[in-house]
């Protein structure tokens, strides 16, 4: 059953067409994510569902309820994390989450909610004087006080350390099992990989792929990956046997081959030609990452 649908959407800030007419459907149950670089318009899809921001044209439902016309329906039922937080300074976190309680019906035990992002140590410490991860955890803490059908997650691990990145990872999981949705927009592609059932992926305000990850990676991607360490003239890359593409960022070239040994081969041989060292070479599957820098031609926050 599906507990979000889009369709048509178009959103407008005044010339700039920041949404074309996307239309897609999360799944109960589901963690579904939302990809795309920096202005491709994420940020206003997920508001726009979620009742902040009026649609220009098209149709959404959240939980069967139009969120335009029946807001308090679609806010009473989900829970929402943005990136951009503004908190009572003097509070506590306990305290906090004791004031957004106060405004559900039904809600998760403070300390429990405390335990999900790892902030039992920190409940009784002001907001003021949280660091930038202990709040974004903070925020996150709120989106699930009250136990929502449906979570919206913006940016998520966003400056935590790997460690909360991972613990975050398993409250999600966690959440899921208690068949909640998940919907998420992340910059970090492996993690997207790891969580989601099925990512869109929007570029330019169009909805350009659509699919669980690993039919996306091989949809696109019959080859391996080989990235080398080297900065200069990547065209010898380009001529080597079995290679398709090869791309460049910063100091690594990244080529993609139908043949690894033949081309390892002939890399090696190259290599050897040229005076290329070739200490570092890694050699691993395509990734979402590689789907992603295909479809767009850009890194998530370019």
């Known amino acids: 059953m599906s507990v979000i649908t889009v369709s048509n959407l ?6 700039l067409h920041a949404v074309r007419g996307i239309s897609f459907a999360v799944e109960e149950g589901e963690v579904f994510g939302l990809l795309g670089p920096n202005g491709a318009g994420k940020t206003t899809t997920v508001e726009t569902i979620i009742g902040l921001l009026r649609r220009d044209r098209g149709e ?3 939980l069967g309820f139009d969120p335009e016309k029946d807001s308090l329906a679609v ?3 989900i829970g929402v994390q943005l990136q951009t937080v503004h908190l009572f300074p003097r509070l506590t976190v306990f305290e906090t989450l004791l004031l957004f309680s106060s405004f ?3 809600c998760r035990p403070i300390g429990e909610l405390l335990a999900l992002v790892g902030l039992t140590e920190k409940a009784h410490t002001r907001v003021e004087k949280l660091s930038g991860g202990q709040l974004k955890r903070l925020s996150v803490a709120l989106a699930f006080v009250g136990n929502g059908a449906v979570i919206f997650l913006d940016e998520p691990t966003s400056g935590l350390d790997p460690q909360s990145r991972r613990g975050l990872w398993d409250t999600i999981r966690r959440l899921q099992g208690e068949g909640k949705t998940i919907f998420l927009t992340t910059h970090y592609l492996d993690e ?8 869109a992926i929007i570029d330019h305000g169009v909805i350009i792929a659509l699919g669980k990850p690993g039919d996306l990676i091989a949809s696109h991607f019959r080859e391996k990956a080989i990235e080398i360490p080297f900065d200069g003239d990547v065209l ?10 090869f791309r460049k960022d910063e100091n690594t070239v990244t080529i993609y081959t139908e043949d690894l040994p033949e081309t390892f081969v002939a890399l090696n ?5 040229k005076d290329i060292p070739l200490e570092g070479v890694v050699v ?18 370019e």
């Open 104 to 106: 559900y019906r039904e």
């Open 236 to 245: 010898p890359f380009a001529s080597l046997p079995g290679v398709t593409r």
């Open 60 to 62: 959404v439902r959240v």
């Open 10 to 15: 178009h959103k407008f800030y005044g010339p």
């Open 192 to 199: 997207a990989e790891r969580l989601c059932d099925r990512v």
């Open 269 to 273: 041989q190259l290599a050897e030609s």
């Open 75 to 77: 806010k009473s039922r």
């Open 284 to 301: 691993r599957e395509a990734t979402l990452e590689d789907v992603f820098l295909k479809l767009t031609g850009r890194r998530v926050r």
